[in-house]
């Protein structure tokens, strides 16, 4: 058991000092390898993927602007289908299901972007400086 037990802190103490060497690597050297990346980087090609111009932000803004779209032409899709009912209990029950389910889809989208918001913001270090591609 003591046998064990010196070979498992050998093995800590070893990783510790590997572990402390390479991160105190030579800065040139990540600056040339930061260089090489910019240099690999295509023209228009985005550098970052999270925060306010981020490729997730973009996707998901977009998304949320396409849904939020449907759902107002849905609520007056269901307005007219109220208005043109005339009277008849399954049509307006239809229209105001109609009405219903899209401002549930409203509700859902808002809440989407706010949760999209909350998680980018959270696993983007310092709180919205944004990831890049290296």
Same mark, same amino acid.
């Given at each position: 058991?003591k046998?064990i037990?010196s070979?498992?802190?050998? !093995? ?15 800065t ?16 228009? $090609?985005?550098?970052t993927l999270?925060?306010? !111009?981020?490729v997730i *932000? *973009?996707i998901t803004? $977009? ?8 759902a107002?032409?849905?609520?007056i ?7 043109? !009912? ?6 307006? $029950?239809?229209?105001?299901? $109609?009405?219903?389910?899209a401002?549930?889809g ?5 809440l989407?972007?706010?949760?999209v ?6 696993? *983007?270090?310092?709180g ?5 591609n290296?």
């Amino acid at each position: 058991m003591k046998k064990i037990i010196s070979y498992f802190t050998i !093995s800590a103490l070893s990783l510790a000092t590997l572990l402390t060497v390479g991160f105190s690597a030579n800065t040139s050297a990540q600056s040339a390898i930061q260089q090489g990346v910019e240099a690999a980087r295509g023209n228009g $090609t985005p550098s970052t993927l999270f925060g306010g !111009s981020g490729v997730i *932000t *973009t996707i998901t803004n $977009t998304l949320l602007f396409v849904a939020g779209a449907l759902a107002v032409i849905m609520i007056i899709i269901g307005g007219i289908r109220y208005a043109t !009912s005339g009277g008849n209990a399954s049509n307006v $029950t239809a229209a105001k299901n $109609t009405i219903l389910y899209a401002i549930v889809g409203l509700i859902i989208a808002f809440l989407a972007f706010a949760i999209v918001n909350w998680v980018l913001g959270a696993i *983007t270090p310092g709180g919205g400086a944004g990831f890049t591609n290296v």
